[in-house]
């Protein structure tokens, strides 16, 4: 499941589109005073290219960014960092294969996930000795299911590897792990239509 709300990364131009009306956009950068900016203007870094019907296009630090009405988002200032680009399926979901622990793992992006959360047989793959972690009880579609919250060591995908992320593993095996918001807290994150972009800020 995917929101428009994210946390904002570290070091980076939050832009938040409060209004729009032909030609002009209202914009607010980093907290501060809403700004009316025509076509072509600029304010606090940031230029409006192009005004549409309920989205800003603009420049932040250099890149171009689409922005619709109420949504803020979040440009990194290191052009350098590792990104990931993932394209959704026919029902709209984000899927990747990365790893865990070295071990292959197949992930769905949900960000309704507080952790990043696995069965027990990728779990047991991983080297994960889940039952010395912190037993508690979760909500689920198929109702409630222990879990065991762990440390994982590595999460990869792509050229992205983050080390020591809290993650969860459930007592019955799951078709993917969920990579939950313990990663993606961890990046900037930018949806464009069918499109998600996650570039690691930390």
Do not use: C
Request: overall charge positive; charged content about 20%.
């Amino acid at each position: 499941m995917l929101s428009a709300s994210w946390l904002p990364p570290a070091g980076a131009t939050e832009v938040e589109v409060v209004g729009l009306s032909s030609g002009k956009a209202v914009l607010q950068v980093d907290g501060g005073r809403p700004r009316t900016l025509s076509v072509g203007g600029s304010a606090d870094g940031v230029r409006l290219l192009a005004v549409e019907e309920s989205e800003a296009v603009v420049e932040v630090d250099g890149r171009r960014r689409r922005i619709r009405l109420g949504q803020q988002a979040y440009t990194a200032t290191d052009p350098g960092a590792a990104t990931i680009t993932l394209t959704a399926d026919s029902r709209g979901h984000f899927l990747a294969t990365g790893s865990i622990n070295g071990a292959t793992t197949r992930f769905l992006v949900d960000t309704g996930a507080t952790l990043v959360s696995l069965g027990a047989a990728d779990a047991r793959r991983a080297n994960i000795r889940y039952e010395l972690g912190q037993p508690g009880a979760t909500q689920t579609a198929n109702g409630i299911v222990r879990v065991w919250r762990v440390r994982l060591r590595t999460v990869k995908i792509g050229e992205v590897t983050l080390h020591d992320v809290e993650g969860a593993v459930h007592e019955q095996d799951m078709p993917f792990a969920l990579l939950g918001m313990s990663f993606l807290n961890r990046m900037e994150m930018r949806r464009d239509g069918p499109t998600l972009t996650l570039r690691q800020r930390f």
